[in-house]
């Protein structure tokens, strides 16, 4: 097959091809538009999009290498499972975040954060340096603005949770910097659209507090209480039969 003329390219995919392309089908594929349907080959995904056969290689092999793409004997290149996806990859955690979100995802979301930012809150008590505790007073006096209009809600209560990691002092902690925040975004969007709550300020400032003073068994026992609020409200929404829509409002 000739490769399109240049003319032929979607101007939707932008400058960079192959990670436009991987952009596009990437997030079909998080967000469910193949499901129960067969993936399409190289040559007809080359033709949909009005790419080259090298681009659109490369791209199947960026795919391939995140989880979301496996090519079997016989069967062609497929989709797989979730199960098989590196849920730890920046760009399958951005197309999670456009992904109709079920209560149970969620709940997953909340289970990965009661197992690291205890944790984090801990280490952060035990070893922050003034300069870290600047960044989680900074996140705090960010979620009082927000509280007054004058900042996003969402983003100054990422920033909190996102300082206490990297206070921490733990790089790994550091590196799930990408997977909590996005947590938090799924899960904030539930809490604040869930009755219409919104981030405990009385709580937060006992973390910080907690951390100020470097009591780090308070610490860890205060943002775990943030978090098994959000657990609890969770399973309420489950034993209701509410179905968690995209933005992360309920129906049902």
Not at 62 to 81: D, E
Not at 210 to 228: F, H, K, N, Y
Request: charged share 25%.
């Amino acid at each position: 097959m000739n490769d399109p003329a240049p003319n032929q390219v979607r101007p939707s995919l932008g400058r960079n091809l192959t990670h436009g392309m991987l952009a596009v089908v990437g997030r079909a594929i998080v967000t469910g538009q193949y499901d129960g349907k067969r993936f399409p080959t190289e040559a007809e995904l080359t033709i949909e999009h009005g790419v080259s056969r090298s681009v659109t290689r490369e791209a199947v092999k960026m795919l391939t290498a995140k989880g979301l793409l496996s090519a079997r004997p016989r069967q062609g290149t497929i989709v797989q499972p979730t199960s098989a996806w590196n849920l730890f990859d920046t760009d399958v955690l951005h197309w999670l975040l456009e992904r109709k979100f079920t209560l149970p995802l969620l709940r997953s979301f909340n289970e990965l954060r009661l197992a690291v930012e205890p944790m984090a809150a801990q280490l952060a008590a035990r070893y922050a340096t003034p300069a870290d505790k600047a960044m989680i007073a900074a996140g705090f006096a960010r979620m009082e603005a927000a509280e007054r209009g004058d900042d996003d809600a969402l983003d100054a209560d990422i920033a909190f949770h996102v300082a206490i990691l990297r206070a921490s002092g733990n790089p790994f902690f550091a590196q799930f910097e990408e997977l909590v925040g996005t947590a938090l975004r799924t899960s904030i969007r539930f809490t604040n659209r869930f009755k219409g709550r919104s981030a405990s300020l009385p709580a937060h400032r006992a973390v910080l507090e907690a951390i100020e003073a470097g009591d780090d068994m308070l610490a860890g026992a205060t943002i775990r209480s943030i978090i098994e609020d959000v657990m609890v409200l969770i399973r309420q929404a489950e034993s209701e039969g509410a179905v968690a829509d995209r933005d992360g409002s309920l129906r049902g």
